[in-house]
């Protein structure tokens, strides 16, 4: 259930979220509700940094790897003597 809370903020902070909400196609409520959500949650929760996210994608790989099979030979390189 939803609540209603009044804040007093700064204008230019405000007028500032209100425009990157906007960007992000999201309301400055739902902005809020996301970062308080993140600032409560259990730290054992892992969040991707910037750096990670703008290294996603980057490397392009075949759709014709299989993955399970590749990971095993990793596994059995690494592991057996």
């Known amino acids: 259930m939803d609540t209603k809370l009044t804040l007093k903020l700064d204008h230019l902070i405000i007028e500032q979220a209100k425009s990157y909400a906007k960007e992000k196609n999201t309301s400055l409520s739902k902005l809020i509700e996301s970062y308080l959500g993140k600032l409560i ?15 996603s994608g980057i490397i392009h790989q075949s759709n014709k790897t299989d993955y399970k099979k590749e990971y095993k030979k990793h596994l059995l390189k690494k592991y057996a003597k």
Do not use: H, I, R, Y
């Not at 949650?41 to 290294?55: F, G, I, Y």
């Open 41 to 55: 949650a259990p730290n054992d929760v892992a969040e991707v940094t910037p750096l990670v996210k703008s290294l």
